[in-house]
T-cell receptor, first 108, second 116 residues
């Protein structure tokens, strides 16, 4: 079993829909990242959080440390949001352990 | 946010040659840099962690003599794939972070290596 599990693996939505991607982890962590990887391969760090909730534009990330669970929400989704979204946790030091990613496709 | 660049973005080389990939932090001092490898439709795999001025720490199964890492300054780390083989073809990504333990890692745009 992976230490970091994401769901769903693939997600197709219509433009404007509210999207949720989930991440569960099995061990104690110091922080969690949500990353976005576009088809060209480049990775952008969307959020790093260790408690509560963060919001940036149409993106919202939440984390529940007790339940070892985080969610990434996208409101009013747009085709340009199509990408792979990756959850990564910091277990010790600075090392990241990655989930398998969620491929999101938003159709116009 | 902070910017990390990688060069080259794409490289094609012949089997047996060596390829150097550069990772630079453009607007901050990167005390730690990470090198990852990514296979198609797979997640990132950490290859090694390098701290400025010291030897890199390699993950289990990663050959340090094949993947040479140098982190000579606070803004530059290099990964050299020596005697490249077709199975080394992959997407290589670096990330960098500053001094504070909890600081965000900033990722480079990646380098796609194809070994013929």
């Amino acid at each position: 079993k992976n230490e970091v599990e994401q769901s769903p693996q693939n997600l197709t939505a219509q433009e404007g829909e509210f999207i949720t991607i989930n991440c569960s982890y099995s061990v104690g962590i110091s922080a969690l990242h949500w990353l976005q990887q576009h088809p060209g391969g480049g990775i952008v760090s969307l959020f790093m959080l260790s408690s509560g909730k963060k919001k940036h534009g149409r993106l919202i990330a939440t984390i529940n440390i007790q339940e070892k669970h985080s969610s990434l929400h996208i409101t009013a989704s747009h085709p340009r949001d199509s990408a792979v979204y990756i959850c990564a946790v910091i277990l010790s030091g600075s090392r990241l352990t990655f989930g398998e990613g969620t491929q999101l496709t938003v159709n116009p | 946010g902070a910017v990390v660049s990688q060069h080259p973005s794409r490289v094609i080389c012949k089997s047996g040659t060596s390829v150097k990939i550069e990772c630079r932090s453009l607007d901050f001092q990167a005390t730690t840099m990470f090198w990852y490898r990514q296979f198609p439709k797979k997640s990132l795999m950490l290859m090694a962690t390098s701290n400025e001025g010291s030897k890199a720490t390699y993950e289990q199964g990663v050959e340090k003599d094949k993947f040479l890492i140098n982190h000579a300054s606070l803004t530059l780390s290099t990964l050299t794939v020596t005697s490249a083989h077709p199975e080394d073809s992959s997407f290589y990504i670096c990330s960098a972070k500053g001094r504070q333990l909890q600081e965000t890692q900033y990722f480079g745009p990646g380098t796609r290596l194809l070994v013929l």
